[in-house]
């Protein structure tokens, strides 16, 4: 049996002249992981009673204590081969065994934390589930008129979700898909204290849309506004209509409005729609 001594660590373990022969010398030190040639850094090995003398008083020593450094082969394939681990000395042997299991469960990135039970797994991925279906449940809460609109196959869905939560899918308010194709503000020929305003309202949308808002301002011969007023949809449209149905999609509507004008002075007027 000889001794062969680590040059990165100084780490001593016994070789037998098989091993050598068998690896050409080529060894990997199991404390500090150094490929080295153990032929170059062979020792005489020591008597037991010495060897046991020195493992009882380590501190009296100059030399590094001998110690079990399994070896490993080396990771390159143009490398030789490494010979097969080494004996241990016996008084070390428990303290590298854990010590060899450390390094190799840090070389191939094993974690030593105890696994998750599955049952865990299976409660983060309900929690996960359930979470990801209140989220659904709010986007389509929130942009049920859109969807009414964008899917129809799911209004009758969303109809029953507002059943639910107690409320109604709003109709689309697109402002730039409504005009005003013609209007008139002109006195009535049997009253004459009174305008009468009459507008066509055109809907452009492939869809119907909530009632917009009128603004009239009347004006005077400079075109300064002299008074404004605005016209909810249940203040222009007739008794009969349905407001909750919207203005049908590419639908027109015409507007009828009577105005009492006694000592405004008007010369003119503008228009303009809008949602508030």
């Known amino acids: 049996m000889m001794l062969t001594r680590c040059p990165g660590c100084g780490t001593a373990f016994r070789v037998t002249p098989d091993q050598l022969k068998a690896r050409a010398g080529k060894v990997r030190c199991g404390h500090c992981s150094?490929?080295?040639?153990?032929l170059e850094t062979l020792e005489d090995s020591p008597p037991a009673g010495a060897a046991a003398e020195a493992a009882a008083s380590p501190a009296e020593s100059a030399s590094p204590p001998l110690v079990e450094a399994p070896f490993s082969e080396p990771s390159s394939e143009d490398s030789p081969p490494a010979p097969t681990p080494a004996e241990p000395l016996p008084h070390q042997e428990a303290r590298h065994e854990h010590e060899s299991l450390d390094i190799l469960?840090?070389?191939?990135?094993v974690s030593t934390e105890p696994p998750i039970s599955r049952s865990r797994w299976l409660a983060w991925g309900l929690a996960g589930f359930l979470a990801l279906a209140v989220l659904v449940?709010?986007?389509a809460f929130v942009f049920r008129g859109e969807l009414a609109v964008s899917q129809p196959d799911l209004r009758p869905l969303l109809v029953d979700l507002c059943g639910l939560l107690e409320c109604d899918i709003p109709l689309p308010r697109?402002?730039?898909?409504?005009?005003?194709?013609?209007?008139d503000l002109h006195p009535d020929p049997q009253r004459k204290?009174?305008?009468v305003l009459v507008a066509t309202l055109k809907n452009r949308a492939p869809f119907a849309q909530d009632y917009p808002h009128l603004e009239l301002t009347l004006t005077d011969v400079r075109d300064q506004p002299v008074v404004r007023k605005v016209?909810?949809?249940?203040?222009?449209?007739a008794q009969e209509t349905e407001v909750r149905a919207g203005f049908a999609a590419n639908g027109d509507m015409a507007v009828n409005l009577w105005l009492d004008a006694t000592d405004i002075g008007a010369s003119g007027y503008r228009l303009y729609l809008f949602y508030p």
């Open 34 to 38: 150094a490929v080295f040639n153990a």
């Open 105 to 109: 469960l840090a070389d191939i990135g």
């Open 137 to 139: 449940v709010q986007a």
């Open 174 to 183: 697109k402002p730039e898909l409504v005009s005003i194709e013609a209007s």
């Open 193 to 195: 204290n009174l305008l």
């Open 231 to 237: 016209f909810t949809p249940a203040e222009y449209l």
